[in-house]
């Protein structure tokens, strides 16, 4: 029934495409199960969204990849994000080069990455979920000079293949992380990960082996 006192033929009809791309920007896995009538609409959003961030950031992205509008992409020249086939990057992430991804990559929203001097490297089809937070340098902590006055030293992080990343998972400068791995929702992972471990805790420990998972 009519919730206002203006005639049904006169009331707006409820934007049902806004909050379409709403729901995709927030949950990007649904943009390739897309039917042909909704990929009318979404492709020529998506292509204009993706040309709009290569224009203004040091910014390549492989094909049939979704990038929400709502990300936060900075990517100056010498701090490149190169981003694979197929990934998704959803709202509300903050990704600061150098970044490359390989294909198949997914970041859920809220994450986190900042590549510092050295970068973060993803292997293909790893999947990062929400608020994960990579960050790729370090401060110095020498006690004679305040914290932020203190130069920064990068490592680097690399991330392997068939990587799974739980929600709000940390992980620090000079960390790599095998093909295969877990790593446990709320972890914070200061030490190399071995393909195939699963991780968990603060600070990461191994807790089991994903090919016993089988």
Request: glycine residues 10%; contains cysteine; hydrophobic residues 40%.
């Amino acid at each position: 029934m009519p919730t206002s006192n203006m005639p049904a033929n006169l009331q707006a009809k409820p934007d049902y495409r806004t909050q379409h791309k709403k729901r995709l920007s927030y949950m990007p896995w649904l943009y390739f199960s897309l039917k042909d009538k909704h990929l009318e609409w979404a492709k020529p959003w998506q292509d204009e969204v993706q040309a709009h961030f290569c224009a203004v950031e040091t910014i390549t992205i492989g094909e049939r990849s979704f990038v929400a509008p709502e990300a936060n992409l900075f990517a100056e020249p010498g701090r490149n994000i190169t981003i694979g086939a197929q990934c998704m990057i959803a709202a509300d992430s903050f990704l600061h080069g150098p970044i490359t991804m390989g294909n198949e990559v997914a970041i859920n929203h809220g994450c986190s990455l900042d590549g510092g001097r050295h970068g973060i490297t993803i292997g293909n089809q790893t999947r990062i979920a929400n608020n994960v937070t990579i960050y790729a340098f370090n401060h110095g902590m020498a006690p004679d000079t305040p914290i932020y006055q203190q130069a920064s030293n990068s490592k680097g992080v690399v991330i392997g293949e068939d990587v799974w990343i739980g929600a709000q998972v940390g992980i620090v400068d000079g960390v790599t992380i095998g093909n295969h791995a877990v790593i446990g929702m709320g972890a914070i992972v200061t030490k190399d990960v071995a393909d195939y471990a699963i991780v968990a805790g603060n600070p990461a420990r191994v807790i089991g082996d994903r090919r016993d998972k089988a």
